[in-house]
């Protein structure tokens, strides 16, 4: 049992332009006090947050990402937290190496769609459609998107895990926002949850961008 105070950093993610919104995501800088994946999903789960992000090296950006309830091997708005937190030009969850680049406000990573875990990309003709949804019943992870102006590349999307975790709806979704960038191969601007802004772009060999913007909350100690 860890007996060792834990000092968590509180980001919002994928901000929108005025600050708000965004994705709640702790950020714990050093892992040495949950040194095992036990610990640190019994504190994933404490916390409560979509996303935790426990740091083991803070030079080479080598990074470790859990929900409440499981170890993921890429998520997208966890890596763009912890890069902009520690100023990395590059992060190493367990599914690859994951470049980032700084643009004004906004920081970005490079990222494969491949690494994403499966989710259901389920489109509707309108974004008041997609507002209007009901969180569905666990089950299935889905992504409820719309475009609201197509030919801008502007989408209104909303996210619901379905693992029964806690996390009824995802406030913002970099992982699910790579898989419909290259399912779509074009730009986009994204507006999910209640207003965070996501913007993605294709690149070469199979590469996605992400990008948003970061904000730091405050600290917490566990």
């Known amino acids: 049992m860890n007996t060792t105070a834990t000092d968590i ?3 919002r993610v994928f901000c ?7 994705n709640p995501l702790g950020v714990v ?12 999903q019994a504190l994933a789960k404490e916390l409560g947050f979509s996303e935790t992000v426990f740091v083991d090296d803070p030079e080479r950006g ?4 859990y929900t409440p309830g499981l170890r993921l091997p890429f998520a997208g708005h966890p890596l763009v937290g912890a890069a902009w937190l520690l100023d990395l030009e590059v992060v ?7 470049w980032v680049r700084g643009d ?6 490079e990222a494969r769609a491949e690494w994403v875990p499966p989710r259901t990309l389920r489109r509707y003709a309108s974004a008041a459609e997609v507002e209007a949804l009901e969180v569905p019943e666990p089950g299935e992870w889905v992504y409820a998107w719309a475009w609201e102006e197509e030919a801008a590349g502007r989408i209104r999307a909303r996210a619901f895990p379905g693992r029964g975790d806690g996390i009824d709806e995802d406030e913002a979704t970099g992982a699910a926002a790579l898989l419909l960038t290259a399912e779509l191969g074009r730009a986009l601007n994204i507006t999910q949850g209640r207003g965070s802004q996501l913007l993605t ?21 566990r």
């Not at 929108?16 to 965004?22: F, S």
């Not at 080598?62 to 990402?65: H, L, S």
């Open 62 to 65: 080598i990074v470790d990402i």
């Open 16 to 22: 929108a332009g005025d600050g708000r919104y965004g």
């Open 104 to 109: 004004g406000e906004f920081t970005w990573i």
């Open 9 to 11: 950093d509180v980001l």
């Open 29 to 40: 800088r050093d892992a040495r006090t949950h040194p095992d994946e036990s610990s640190r």
């Open 92 to 98: 190493h969850p367990p599914a690859g190496e994951v």
């Open 201 to 221: 772009a294709p690149g070469p060999d199979g590469i996605v961008e992400l990008g948003g913007r970061v904000r730091l909350e405050g600290t917490l100690t």
